[in-house]
């Protein structure tokens, strides 16, 4: 019995495979390394292979003897997803749609998806819960909702599932052998990392004139190997008979870019150059999860906080200066 994980060697992913090859079970990662890295996942078996290529997917179901799967494969860039609509649509909707259909085939019939907080865009509360209306704001996070619900659905042919709404993803693995590409990202972390290392000038503060108690804007920042841990916690739940759910996984915990950057040079004893700039366009101000479901279910906390988070980007951005070789 193998646990298929579609984009394992991406960021979340291939923290996700690590843990659970770790953790002794059996996994093949799915990935097409379009934006993926082989370096990230040395000691595991990968399938160089498209979600939406049903024959790979059916072959290699086969050949494992695949029984469960966490769906990460996906592209995420939300400024891109604008521009390019129709590249989203078709890899993250289309794509998940044939995965689904192949795993189905196959009798497969546990899936941990990964959804994003994207799905509430400006909620009206924070902390926000499950409850929420959900509002995407871009097409990434259409993709994403769209994929919920088709999930959901898939209950009625006997396949569960749990769809894990991330809040803001950082950090590094603790050995400093395995992050994010920087280059890839305009995120917060990563873009601290570069000015701590030389490679930006300064910080841009995209706002400080938000109704937040230091006027800057206020977000969930989860641990990757937080995160990697409620993939197994929630496989574990599906195996156990759980019914197909849909839940934050934040900390509840709500640390404003102000706050960020202190807790940056007190963990590095660098400064960070920073200066306020204009508001990023569609940026809500505080945007935090209520983890009261995911606790309750799937008995899943943060175990790490944001010390942790920088401490370990640190320690993968200073021995891997240029991330992962291509
Ligand atoms: C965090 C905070 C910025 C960069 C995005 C996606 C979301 C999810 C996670 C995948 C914000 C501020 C940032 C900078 C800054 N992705 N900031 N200067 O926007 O909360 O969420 O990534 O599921 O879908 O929208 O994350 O890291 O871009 O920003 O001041 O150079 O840092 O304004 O308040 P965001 P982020």
């Known amino acids: 019995m193998t646990i ?6 991406g960021y979340i992913g291939s923290h996700t495979a690590r843990l659970l090859t770790e953790m002794g079970r059996s996994v093949v990662v799915l990935d097409t390394l379009e934006r993926g890295y082989r370096d990230s996942i040395p000691d595991i078996d990968l399938v160089v292979g498209d979600i939406a290529d049903a024959r790979t997917v059916g072959k290699l179901c086969r050949k494992y003897d695949v029984d469960s799967a ?3 494969a996906a592209y995420k860039a939300v400024g891109e997803s ?11 909707v289309a794509g998940s749609i044939t995965l689904v259909e192949t795993l189905m085939e196959h009798e497969v019939k546990h899936v941990v ?8 865009g400006t909620p009206d509360t924070a902390p926000v819960n ?10 990434y996070a259409h993709t994403k909702a769209d994929i919920e619900r088709f999930l959901t659905s898939c209950d009625a042919t006997g396949l569960r599932s749990v769809s894990l709404r991330y809040f803001n993803a950082a950090g590094a693995h603790e ?3 395995m992050g994010e590409d920087w280059t890839a990202t305009a995120n917060l972390v990563p873009v601290v990392m570069k000015v701590l290392f030389g490679a930006q000038p ?7 004139d938000y109704p937040t108690p230091d006027g800057s804007c206020v977000r969930d920042y989860v641990h990757v190997s937080d995160l990697a841990d409620a993939h197994v916690k929630a496989l574990d739940y599906l195996a156990t008979g759980g019914r197909s759910l849909v839940c934050n996984v934040g900390t509840g915990q709500g640390t404003s870019v102000k706050q960020l950057i202190a807790m940056t040079e007190s963990v590095t004893g660098r400064s960070l150059p920073h200066h306020v700039a204009a508001r990023r366009a569609g940026d809500p101000a505080s945007v935090y999860a209520d983890p009261t479901l995911v606790r309750a279910v799937l008995g899943w906390r943060a175990t790490r906080d944001l010390r942790e988070i920088i401490t370990s980007a640190f320690r993968w951005h200073e021995r891997h200066p240029d991330s992962y070789e291509r």
Do not use: C, Q
Request: glycine residues 8%; charged residues 20%; hydrophobic residues 40%.
């Open 4 to 9: 298929l994980v579609t984009g394992g060697a």
């Open 70 to 72: 966490i769906h990460f």
């Open 82 to 92: 604008m521009a390019e609509p129709l590249r989203y649509y078709k890899n993250n």
């Open 113 to 120: 998806f990964s959804s994003s907080a994207a799905v509430y």
């Open 130 to 139: 499950e409850d929420a209306t959900l509002r995407p704001e871009s097409v």
């Open 175 to 177: 050995s400093g052998d």
């Open 202 to 208: 300064s910080l841009e503060v995209f706002g400080d």
